[in-house]
């Protein structure tokens, strides 16, 4: 018996070390509706967290080496190119992230942000809670929990799968007290079905592809040391 222990013992931390290291490639770097199956808060307002008291941020200027004469130096309407307009209240929401942390890049953030989308869309589609929890806030994980237990209690499953993410663009971003938060519009197609538990197509069509679009928003501590974003709010797009 002790030997088994000890086996699935090291299997369970190979796996959390796996999920870490996956999460941390998706939205954890720090060089920086038809729908989706399910949008628990698409008929009210996007969550957001209660306002927090102002905290002071470490200083992280001050250590600050001035660029040399020969470093390139980057302009304020170069700053944000292919993200935000220059001058626009979304590069001045970046802005005040950037100063908060200065390993934020818009362009990176993107990219973790359209993989953070798709593996929040199949996880929700596979029911894999574990990922999920990891991905999104409290409030939003218990809503889409919600909705997986009653689809296994109707006997339901989804199948799900992207065709392509064409567009992910910021449309907001804003720095409130410590917590910075960013909303992306997401447009992609998806090939989306539900059959129920004797296998009949009850939504949805596993031979047509469809248009979906979703505005989905992050958040996170920019003077916590875990670099990851969670998804705090999700509405349908126009």
């Known amino acids: 018996?002790?030997?088994?222990?000890?086996?699935?013992?090291?299997i369970f931390l190979a796996l959390a070390v796996f999920i870490f290291l996956r999460l941390r490639s998706v939205l954890g770097q720090r060089t920086g509706r038809e729908r989706p199956p399910y949008d628990p808060y698409s008929a009210r307002e996007p969550v957001r967290p209660a306002p927090e008291k102002v905290v002071a941020l470490p200083n992280r200027t001050t250590e600050t080496v001035a660029p040399k004469p020969t470093d390139p130096v980057e302009s304020p309407s170069d700053r944000w190119k292919g993200v935000a307009e220059a001058?626009?209240?979304?590069?001045?929401?970046?802005?005040?992230?950037?100063?908060?942390?200065?390993?934020?890049?818009?362009?990176?953030?993107?990219?973790?942000?359209?993989?953070?989308?798709?593996?929040?869309?199949?996880?929700?589609?596979?029911?894999?809670?574990?990922?999920?929890?990891n991905?999104?806030?409290?409030?939003?994980?218990?809503?889409?929990?919600?909705?997986?237990?009653?689809?296994?209690?109707?006997?339901?499953?989804?199948?799900?799968?992207?065709?392509?993410?064409d567009n992910a663009d910021i449309t907001a971003a804003e720095?409130?007290?410590?917590?910075?938060?960013v909303t992306v519009r997401f447009q992609s197609k998806l090939v989306s079905v539900t059959r129920d538990k004797d296998g009949k197509v009850i939504d949805g069509n596993?031979?047509?592809?469809?248009?979906?679009?979703?505005?989905?928003?992050?958040?996170?501590d920019v003077s916590a040391r875990d670099p990851n974003w969670k998804l705090i709010a999700t509405e349908a797009g126009q």
Do not use: C, P
């Not at 806030?137 to 919600?146: P, Q």
């Not at 596993?206 to 958040?219: L, P, Y």
């Open 135 to 165: 991905l999104l806030a409290r409030e939003v994980y218990d809503g889409f929990e919600s909705a997986i237990a009653e689809r296994e209690k109707r006997g339901e499953t989804v199948e799900s799968r992207f065709v392509s993410i």
């Open 87 to 133: 001058g626009s209240v979304i590069a001045g929401g970046l802005d005040a992230i950037a100063a908060a942390d200065s390993n934020f890049d818009g362009k990176h953030f993107l990219t973790g942000a359209r993989a953070a989308y798709e593996m929040i869309v199949n996880a929700y589609a596979e029911g894999d809670r574990r990922t999920l929890k």
């Open 206 to 220: 596993a031979e047509k592809m469809t248009d979906i679009t979703d505005v989905w928003t992050f958040a996170r």
């Open 175 to 181: 720095l409130r007290g410590r917590n910075a938060q």
């Open 1 to 10: 018996m002790r030997d088994v222990f000890d086996i699935y013992t090291i």
